[in-house]
């Protein structure tokens, strides 16, 4: 999946309150991929108000709704026993366009115990990572809202490793001199 589609997966008007789950092995990039996609300028100029919650684990139902709470500004919502309460605040400002990201959700429980929780505006739209594909099928309604991340081919990821190894090195020897400088 590229960056580009997902983006435009996420900014589509047609569906209100849809879930995209991505999934795949564990170290093939889920995180920083969607991380590059929550952080780019078209997502935070397209969207009020984001979101971001890495799963714990173990799980645990009640830090997860504080983190909830907390990202998706603690004005706004307020932590009662074991749900998310709006405050009337929030509640006159539903309309706006929310994007929240779900990170490592890992079992059908955890989502079962977790879907209760989440904002239910119209304009939300949640993306979940998952190792599993039958986790991501039952997060997202939609088989069309459902990809796998492969990760990268021999040559890119033998490139992306290289390049990394030398801005690595170019740091160092930037570093060194600044430090030679000093004295």
């Known amino acids: 999946m ?5 983006i435009q997966l996420v900014s589509q ?3 209100n309150h849809h879930i995209i789950s991505i999934w795949g092995m564990i170290g ?3 995180t920083s991929f969607i ?3 929550y952080e780019s300028e078209e997502i935070t100029s397209m969207f009020e108000q984001c979101a971001w919650v890495t799963v714990s684990h173990p799980f645990n139902l009640h830090n997860f709704i ?6 998706l500004d603690s004005n706004d919502f307020s932590v009662l026993g074991n749900g998310l309460q709006k405050s ?3 509640i006159k400002a539903s309309k706006r366009r929310c994007l929240l990201v779900l990170d490592d959700v890992s079992s059908i429980e955890e989502w079962s115990l977790i879907k209760p929780h989440l904002p239910s505006e119209t304009n939300t739209k949640i993306i979940v990572t998952t190792r599993e594909a039958s986790i991501a099928e039952h997060c997202s309604v939609t088989y069309k809202n459902i990809y796998k991340l492969e990760g990268l081919k021999e040559d890119a990821a033998l490139a992306l490793f290289k390049n990394k190894a ?5 740091k160092r020897i930037l570093l ?3 430090w030679q400088s000093n004295f």
């Open 2 to 6: 590229e960056k580009s589609h997902l």
């Open 13 to 15: 008007d047609g569906e």
């Open 28 to 30: 093939v990039g889920k």
């Open 35 to 37: 991380r590059s996609v």
């Open 66 to 71: 504080t983190s909830l709470a907390h990202e």
């Open 88 to 90: 009337e605040e929030s």
């Open 166 to 170: 030398f801005l690595l090195v170019l």
């Open 176 to 178: 060194f001199y600044a």
